[in-house]
């Protein structure tokens, strides 16, 4: 499975963007994608994720109300919206599959896309 994430850049507090992540390949084997975040000298933090088939979307409870994960089936598409970001909502933003059930644990995912970089200035 080959994922590719883009949608990141340069936005001012308060803006609202959103990530997508392509993925291609092998996907009838994925269960899950999630979305996961580095910031600059800190651990990859779990972002959201959800089922392969668009179910139980689930987004980390600090950031619930702002982060929605999403997947356009027709695409192969999943979607990250951001809303409302801060400047500690800087980082690198990586969307990941797996087989089975979703996962907060990054360790658990098998392919990883290249990420994104989302910059939050005050």
């Known amino acids: 499975v080959q994922l590719q994430a883009s949608g990141g850049g340069l936005v001012q507090a308060r803006d609202s963007l959103r990530l997508s992540c392509a993925a291609s390949?092998?996907?009838?084997?994925?269960?899950?994608v999630g979305w996961f975040r580095q910031a600059p000298g800190k651990a990859r933090d779990f972002v959201a994720a959800m089922l392969w088939n668009g179910g139980h979307a689930y987004t980390d409870d600090p950031l619930k109300g702002r982060f929605t994960i999403s997947r356009d089936n027709s695409e192969n598409t999943v979607y990250l919206q951001m809303s409302s970001l801060k400047p500690e909502d800087t980082a690198i933003y990586s969307c990941a599959v797996k087989g089975g059930p979703f996962s907060r644990n990054a360790a658990d995912y098998k392919y990883w896309g290249k990420g994104t970089l989302v910059t939050v200035s005050s």
């Open positions: 390949g092998r996907t009838f084997n994925v269960g899950a």
